[in-house]
């Protein structure tokens, strides 16, 4: 790595009037999130509504319905381009997302567990919860087992494994479930939705979320220096092991809580942390609050597609990957070589 590289990531650019365009402009969308709908509302209703004012309609449509399905569509973008960005930082890769540990496919076991043995709601997420922290967790025991080998390498490929494993488990269970009232919910819930989402559901999550985010913004000087390879940290006095299992408990954190809550929903992590790349450069400092703020407005974006495109709901899952695979083709086209 020479000197010009290891600028490019140490030299602060100014992004202060990027951060305050894009936290305007989430605003405003969220403000506009909340206005559509099947039962539409005016600017001035919306803005009653939202001071405890006006229509008491509109006051229940926007406080008990609209609010939380909003911020539920913020906390899981955000969470989810905040763990792409960790994961990519972390393995030096700009084709990792969130899911290369095996979280997702063991979140969703748990949660087709939960389905599967008729649990309440509450219980399905947390079992969710439980089933993605249990896979990684898996993956670190057994990757820890694995000697002489390159560690990176190993947690990937560990990861793959397990996350096949819990796909075909996952996969039994679909079978096994009653075709009229179990397969439908879990097909449902595996390609992620934000349906029904109420206040309670969010109030677990967000703190999960928060305790997951603090540690990575407290590392982002040593994830940056994780970045330059193994043998770099080591020379930079970076206790490499410990730096890379603390990154990795809070981005599945981040991602478990998420996924318990809304479901599978893919390429958010891996879309975002390109374009906050594009926009603010490799380091880690800049590109965690931007793949934030980017993240909550595009999954902000595509649930009031999901919700107001047809007269069914579509699922998440499905619109992320029609919207992120040609855009991600795009972004490959035209991108520049090499990770920086």
């Known amino acids: 790595m020479d000197r010009g590289s290891l600028r490019g990531i140490a030299r602060p650019k100014p992004v202060i009037s990027l951060g305050a365009g894009l936290t305007l402009g ?25 001071l405890g004012q006006g229509d008491t309609q509109a006051q229940i ?35 990792v997302s969130p899911d290369i540990l095996g979280v ?14 008729s649990l309440p709601v509450a219980a399905i997420q947390a079992s969710a919860f439980v089933g993605g922290m249990l896979a990684v967790g898996f993956v670190i025991l057994v990757a820890s087992l694995v000697r ?11 990861g793959v494994v397990i996350g096949a494993l819990a796909g075909a488990a996952t996969s039994l269970l679909k079978v096994m479930a009653d075709p009229y009232d179990q397969l439908p919910a879990i097909t449902f819930w595996l390609l992620g939705s934000l349906a029904a989402t109420t206040t309670e559901d969010i109030l677990p999550t967000l703190p999960m979320v ?11 000087w040593r994830i940056n ?77 595509v649930d009031t597609l999901a919700r107001t495109m047809a007269q069914v709901e579509v699922p998440l899952g499905i619109l992320t990957a029609v919207i992120g695979a040609p855009f991600f083709v795009w972004l490959l086209a035209r991108g520049r070589r090499g990770w920086s």
Not at 254 to 262: D, M
């Open 26 to 50: 989430l605003t405003l969308l969220a403000f506009g999130a909340v206005m559509i709908g099947p039962y539409n509302l005016t600017p001035g209703q919306t803005l009653a509504a939202l």
């Open 61 to 95: 449509v926007v406080w008990n319905i609209r609010l939380p399905r909003v911020a539920a569509a913020l906390l899981v973008g955000a969470a989810l381009a905040a763990a792409g960005a960790s994961y990519q930082a972390l393995f030096r890769n700009p084709l």
């Open 104 to 117: 997702s496919a063991g979140a969703g076991l748990g949660a087709v567990a939960g389905i599967f043995l």
């Open 148 to 158: 002489n080998t390159d560690r990176t390498l190993t947690l990937v490929l560990i």
């Open 210 to 220: 928060l305790i997951g985010l603090v540690p990575l913004a407290l590392l982002r």
């Open 225 to 301: 220096v994780l970045s330059l390879g193994d043998e770099e940290a080591r020379a930079l006095g970076i206790d490499v092991s410990k730096t890379r299992f603390l990154v990795i408990v809070a981005a599945t954190l981040i991602t478990a809580s998420v996924t318990a809550l809304a479901g599978v929903v893919g390429w958010v992590g891996l879309v975002i942390p390109h374009i906050a790349r594009m926009l603010v450069g490799p380091g880690f400092g800049r590109l965690l609050p931007t793949s934030v703020l980017i993240g909550a407005g595009y999954l902000l974006v």
